[in-house]
């Protein structure tokens, strides 16, 4: 191959890595220059496969980059919505200066491992507000025990923390069955959800909780919203910890 053909091809390779356009004399190879062309570049990826983590780990980190900066625009035009909804519930400090947002999923198992993350951080700092916001996406019993937690929720506002923990934190599958069962060992009767149910049957919030899940870029739990950053997944008390001290610091949750 000729000097010139392996200039072409070392921008062909620069270009598949930077997911750039190939020049215009590239493109206006004949065949078989682009037939030798290619057989280089398969020749230098064989030989050097690692260029393809580090093509693979450049493209997750523009996506990563280019998800938060649509979640960003997303935080800045929901901010009632997602901290102030009148559908979620408030634990912690309800004045507290740094908000946690938690959208969640009654059977959702990363959500039960992260109940506790949610108690630490909590416990440890009495000025955090923790939002938890109920998103149904894990099939039809999901969205029964939602549908009567909301219920719950409606009639007995100071005891939700105790139905959350006792139904996220329970082994079984959250079921419509369940959830009456947490609830009525708390005080409120299966007649009393049932009227409630039938009277609202809480579609706006579930309607609210998935649009901005869309716009967030959600797609499964939990994931969490901390001033202008949407957070994706399990990610364990200690990171959260981490972006609320820096929200105190900076203003921002990486300083």
């Known amino acids: 191959m000729t000097l010139k053909k392996k200039m072409i091809a070392a921008g062909a390779l620069i270009a598949l890595a930077g997911g750039i356009a190939l020049p215009q004399s590239a493109a206006a190879l004949d065949a078989k220059q682009k037939e030798e062309i290619g057989a280089y570049i398969k020749e230098y990826l064989l030989a050097n496969p690692e260029i393809m983590l580090e093509v693979q780990e450049a493209l997750s980190a523009k996506q990563r980059a280019k998800q938060q900066e649509a979640s960003q625009a997303a935080i800045a035009n929901n901010k009632e919505a997602i901290f102030n909804s009148a559908y979620d519930t408030t634990l912690g400090n309800p004045k507290g200066d740094i908000t946690i947002v938690e959208f969640f999923d009654y059977n959702c198992g990363y959500c039960k491992r992260a109940l506790s993350d949610m108690d630490e951080i909590l416990a440890k700092d009495k000025n955090v507000r923790f939002v938890l916001k109920e998103l149904p996406i894990l099939g039809p019993d999901s969205l029964a025990a939602h ?15 105790d139905f ?9 599958r959250a079921t419509e069955e369940t959830a009456i069962a947490v609830a009525a060992k708390l005080g409120v009767t299966e007649e009393q959800l049932r009227a409630k149910m039938e009277d609202d049957p809480n579609d706006a919030s ?46 921002k949750t990486a300083c």
């Open 147 to 161: 549908k009567v937690s909301a219920a719950f929720r409606v009639l007995a506002p100071e005891k939700y923390g």
């Open 164 to 172: 959350h923990r006792a139904l996220l934190g329970a082994e079984e």
């Open 206 to 251: 579930m309607r609210e909780a998935y649009m901005l899940a869309n716009d967030l870029g959600i797609t499964g739990t939990p994931s969490y919203v901390i001033g202008n950053e949407a957070v994706y997944g399990a990610v364990g008390a200690a990171e959260l910890t981490g972006k609320v001290a820096n929200l105190r610091e900076c203003g």
